[in-house]
């Protein structure tokens, strides 16, 4: 029963529960930088360089193989570059954002770092002795 009970303490900690709310977040920002990179940046690209379709950008190692009535034996064995490079967009711009990200939250904590926090309030005791004193200079 120990173990479960270890188990449970380690999985409803807030840091367990904080990584698996990232990798959500994080699959689902995925799926839109995806989207942003094959549907709006790769393809002005491609045009510029020629009406590219870098989904298509593959070099064939082996060729398919049909049979007599034209149907496909074996598929062709290609290395498909295009997605590749997609692939080195989509990280270049999910990197890019998260170095803004903590860029911003560490510029933040420098300055909640910067700003010196102000001195304690002496006890009422010492408040006390200090008025003690000035009285005291004051008679004399």
């Known amino acids: 029963m120990g ?34 990179v094959n549907d709006i940046v790769m393809p002005p690209i491609g045009l510029m360089i020629g009406g590219v379709d870098f989904k298509n950008l593959v070099v064939v190692l082996k060729e398919a193989v049909l049979n007599d009535a034209g149907e496909v034996v074996t598929e062709a064995v290609t290395l498909n570059y295009g ?20 860029k911003a939250i ?3 904590k420098k300055k909640e770092e910067a700003a010196p926090a102000p001195p304690p309030a002496p006890p009422k005791s010492e408040v006390l002795l200090e008025e003690i004193r000035d009285l005291l200079k004051k008679d004399n």
């Open 106 to 108: 560490n510029s933040t």
């Open 83 to 102: 997605s590749f490079i997609q692939n080195i967009v989509d990280f270049t711009i999910i990197a890019f954002v998260i170095f803004l990200a903590v």
């Open 3 to 36: 173990m479960l009970k270890e188990f449970k303490e380690f999985a409803v900690k807030g840091n367990v529960v904080d990584l698996a709310v990232a990798v959500i977040i994080g699959g689902a920002f995925g799926k839109i930088v995806s989207s942003f």
